[in-house]
């Protein structure tokens, strides 16, 4: 009876070690729900992610800012780290919707580039850590245009009609119809947003489709000639290794957009949310999920390796542009009480 007694105390010693060791003997005892843009990510980081701290990762993704900003709204999901762009961001600090940030959980905050932190939507960095940044712009399949795609003008060209995709996105696509009139992205006048609002209107019967995440399947395919889209999308399809594929940023200007993460009022995990977005800010985890997903990355170290491994992407445009382009560019901004006149046109514009 004692020899089974000794080896019941030095198996229940043995399990009681086991139990106290970093990812052994228990499952994840958090949950944290991420919400992202879609195909914007390397979901392997996530899979890293877990297996590093033991937290388990509910990811989700969503088209558009606005539609991010209605499953806030309506309490459909509890969110622990959300990816909104800048004029969003604005919006959800102005209406107390994101957490401060405590950098003492993301010391990674280092390795982001001077030149992405104290901008206009987070001026003093309390509430966001920047994930990627881009231009909006044209991709154009070269062996269906045969002219030099530099304006705007050519997603209203009747030569191109039902070979044109436009973004499912309101502010890009109003955005755009601002620039060929003259005005701002930002504008608030009612006059001008009703000449863009009949711009669109015109231009609807030449548009084969407006998506976001199928954008990029349907220009490789050879689907469509002209697509509104992102510079990322450009580089993710030269990643791919399609040639013939082209990014323009009309004369007539753009947006420049900023992409962060950032954590919602309703986080019940705020800490472990600050431990996931200092994993990505990392310079190997950043490095790996740029090189994934294609789009520009705000992290200096990981810019450094991508000019030293990838030159022939960060001397492309559509990744890094120059002062030229960015002198021609605007970031939206958060439209407060004038957004109702943008949601009448895009309601008008997908009516019709």
């Known amino acids: 009876m004692k020899k089974y007694v000794k080896v019941i105390a030095v198996f229940l010693m043995i399990m009681a070690l086991v139990a106290t060791l970093p990812g052994c003997g228990k499952g994840p005892t958090v949950t944290i729900n991420v919400y992202n843009w879609g195909e914007y990510i390397d979901e392997e980081v996530i899979d890293l992610f877990e297996k590093e701290y033991n937290i388990n990762v509910n990811y989700e993704t969503f088209a558009t800012n606005e539609d991010m900003y209605v499953k806030l709204v309506?309490?459909?999901?509890?969110?622990?780290?959300?990816?909104?762009?800048?004029?969003?961001?604005?919006?959800?600090?102005?209406?107390?919707?994101?957490?401060?940030?405590?950098?003492?959980?993301?010391?990674?905050?280092?390795?982001?580039?001077?030149?992405?932190?104290?901008?206009?939507?987070?001026p003093e960095n309390k509430y966001t850590v920047p994930y990627f940044w881009g231009t909006l712009g044209i991709v154009y399949n070269k062996n269906m245009v045969d002219e030099p795609v530099d304006s705007w003008d050519i997603l209203f060209d009747p030569k191109y009609a039902g070979n044109i995709i436009m973004l499912d996105s309101m502010r890009d696509t109003i955005g755009v119809a601002l620039r060929k009139l003259g005005y701002s992205i930002n504008s608030t006048s009612p006059d001008e947003l009703n000449e863009a609002m009949e711009l669109?209107?015109?231009q609807k019967p030449l548009v084969q489709a407006y998506y976001v995440d199928e954008i990029k399947d349907v220009m490789i395919n050879g689907e469509a000639a002209l697509a509104l889209t992102w510079s990322g999308d450009a580089i993710d399809?030269?990643?791919?290794?399609v040639d013939y594929i082209g990014y323009a940023v009309p004369k007539e200007g753009t947006n420049l957009w900023f992409d962060c993460m950032a954590v919602p009022a309703t986080s019940q995990h705020k800490k472990?949310?600050?431990?996931?977005?200092?994993?990505?800010?990392?310079?190997?985890?950043?490095?790996?999920?740029?090189?994934?997903?294609?789009?520009?990355?705000?992290?200096?170290?990981t810019l450094r390796r991508m000019q030293e491994e990838n030159p022939d992407i960060t001397e492309m445009?559509?990744?890094?542009?120059?002062?030229?382009?960015?002198?021609?560019?605007?970031?939206?901004?958060?439209?407060?009480?004038?957004?109702?006149?943008?949601?009448?046109?895009?309601?008008?514009l997908q009516a019709k």
């Open 317 to 348: 445009a559509s990744y890094w542009p120059g002062d030229e382009i960015l002198d021609r560019c605007e970031v939206f901004n958060d439209l407060g009480e004038y957004q109702s006149l943008y949601n009448n046109v895009w309601t008008r």
């Open 74 to 122: 309506s309490g459909a999901g509890k969110y622990d780290v959300i990816i909104p762009s800048d004029y969003m961001i604005q919006k959800l600090i102005n209406e107390g919707m994101l957490l401060e940030l405590d950098f003492e959980n993301i010391p990674n905050f280092e390795y982001i580039d001077n030149r992405f932190k104290n901008l206009p939507y987070d």
């Open 200 to 202: 669109l209107m015109e």
């Open 272 to 301: 472990e949310a600050e431990m996931f977005i200092n994993f990505m800010t990392d310079p190997e985890i950043s490095y790996k999920n740029t090189s994934y997903v294609g789009y520009a990355t705000c992290n200096k170290e």
């Open 237 to 241: 399809i030269y990643l791919e290794g």
